[in-house]
C-alpha cells in the first residue's frame, strides 16, 4: 500500500464530504469513555478509606508505612490482572470483531467493559477487584481493534495517522475527566459512587455506537465521492472477509507491531497506574488527593496535544512526498528522544520539573502510539487489522501485566527511579527493534 499518485487529491478533499470525521469523533467519544473506565481505580486507590477497606482495616485506624508498601504490592498484582485480561481480551476481540463486522463486535465490547466498570462499587476485598478488573480488561480490550478497523474502513491511508492521532487523545481527555471528578466525588459521596457515576456514560456510548454507526458502504449520509476518496488507495477486499488468525504470526510484520507495543505499552501503563502515588508518597511532593488534579490536568492536556502533533506530523510527511516508511519512523524516532529525560523527575525536587518532564514523555508515548498503530495498517490489509491489532495488543498488555506485577514492590521497597529509568530507554529499544524486523515496512501479503 503505498501514497496516491494523484495530483488532485488534495483538491479533491475540499469538495467531498467530511463525515468519516463525523466518525472519527465518535471514535474520540469511545476512547475517551474507555479511559475513564478503566483509570477510576488510579486516583481512588489514592484514598486512604478505599486503602483501609483493603486492607481489612478500620475506618479509623492509622495508615502505617508498613502497610503502604503492603498495598501497593497487592494493588500492583490486581493490576497485572487486568493487563492480563486486556492481553486475553486483545485476542478474543480482534478475532471476534474481524468476523461479525465492527459495529456488532464494538457494541458487545462496550457493553461488558460498562457492566463491569459498575462493579467495581461493590469490591471489598481484593479478592473481588481483581475478579472485577479482570472482566473490565476483557471488555476494554475491544476499544482499539473496533477504532483502528474503524479508521482503516473510513480513511485513505494519507489520513490514518491523523485520524489515529486524533482519537487517540481521547485516552487523555478521560484522564483528565477522571482526574478533575474522582476527588470530588470521592470527598462528597465516597469512592463507591465514582465507580457508579462514571461508569454510566458507557451506556450513553453504547446507544451512540449503535444509532451512528455503519460501514462507508452502507451509510446514507456518505456521498458517493466521499466514498470514492475513501476507496482512493485501491484496497478493495471487504471488512468482513476471514483472516486465518494463525497464519498472521508467521508475518515480521506482525511481529513488528508486537514488538512495538510490548516494549512501550507498559511504559503508558505505569503512568496510569502509579503516578497518582507517585505523587501522593514518593520524594518531597506529598500531594494529598485533590492536589492531585492538577498536575494530572497538565500531563494529559500536553500528552494530548503530542497525540494530535505527532499524528498530524507523519501525515504530513507523507503528503509532502516522504515514504511511509520514513515519515512514520522518522516522527518515531522523535519520540522517543523526547522521552529519554523522563528519568530526572524521579530524582527532581521540584514539582513544576517533575510534571513538565512526564508530560513531555506522554506526549511522546501517545504520538508514538498514533503512528505505531498507523504501521499496522500500512502494512495490512483492512480484512486482517482488527486481528493484528488484537495480537500487538496481547503483547503489549502482557508487557504491561510484566511490568505492574513487579512495580508495586520496586516502588515500595527501592523507590521510582528504577522504573523511570526503564521508561527512559524503552523507546529508542523499541525503534531499533522495529527497524531490524521491518527495515521498509513492506506491505504483508496476507
Known sequence: MQPVETTNLQSIGTKIGNYRWRICALLFFATTINYIDRNVLSFVMADDGFRREMLGLAATAPLTEANHTAFLAEYGRVDAVFKFAYGLGFILMGWFIDRVGVRKGYAVAIFLWVGSALSHSFATTFGRLRLFRFTLGIGEAGNFPSAIKTVAEWFPIKERS???????????????????????????????????????????????????????????????????????????????????????????????????????????????????????????????????????????????????????????????????????????????????????????????????????????????????????????????????????????????ALFSYNAGTIAGTYGYLPLFIIASSAYLLALGVIQLLSPKLQPARV
Not at 286 to 314: E, M
Not at 351 to 377: D, E, K, M, R
Not at 382 to 395: C, H, L, Q, R
Request: net charge positive; aromatic share 14%.
Open 162 to 400: 491523523k485520524a489515529v492521532g486524533i482519537f487517540n487523545s481521547g485516552a487523555n481527555i478521560g484522564i483528565i475527566f477522571t482526574a478533575a471528578l474522582v476527588p470530588v466525588v470521592i470527598t462528597a459521596y465516597g469512592w463507591q459512587a465514582t465507580f457508579l457515576i462514571t461508569s454510566s456514560l458507557g451506556f450513553v456510548l453504547l446507544i451512540c455506537w449503535l444509532l451512528l454507526y455503519r460501514r462507508p458502504e452502507e451509510h446514507t449520509k456518505v456521498t458517493q465521492a466521499e466514498l470514492d476518496y475513501i476507496r482512493s488507495d485501491g484496497e478493495q477486499e471487504t471488512s468482513t472477509a476471514k483472516v486465518n488468525w494463525f497464519k498472521l504470526l508467521g508475518f515480521r510484520q506482525t511481529w513488528t507491531f508486537a514488538m512495538g507495543k510490548f516494549l512501550t505499552d507498559m511504559i503508558w501503563w505505569f503512568y496510569l497506574s502509579f503516578l497518582p502515588d507517585f505523587f501522593k508518597q514518593a520524594g518531597t511532593f506529598q500531594l494529598d488527593l485533590k492536589q492531585l488534579s492538577l498536575p494530572f490536568i497538565i500531563i494529559y492536556i500536553v500528552s494530548d496535544a503530542g497525540s494530535i502533533l505527532f499524528g498530524w506530523l507523519s501525515s504530513k510527511f507523507i503528503s509532502i512526498g516522504w515514504t511511509q516508511n520514513a515519515a512514520r519512523k522518522v516522527t518515531m524516532l522523535l519520540c522517543a528522544l523526547c522521552v529519554v529525560p523522563v528519568f530526572f523527575a524521579s530524582i527532581t525536587e521540584s514539582l513544576p520539573i517533575a510534571v513538565a518532564l512526564i508530560a513531555l514523555a506522554a506526549a511522546a508515548h501517545q504520538g508514538w502510539s498514533a503512528n505505531l498503530y498507523s504501521i499496522a495498517t500500512d502494512m495490512f490489509p483492512k480484512k486482517a487489522v482488527s486481528s493484528v491489532i488484537g495480537i500487538g495488543g496481547m503483547f503489549g498488555a502482557l508487557g504491561g
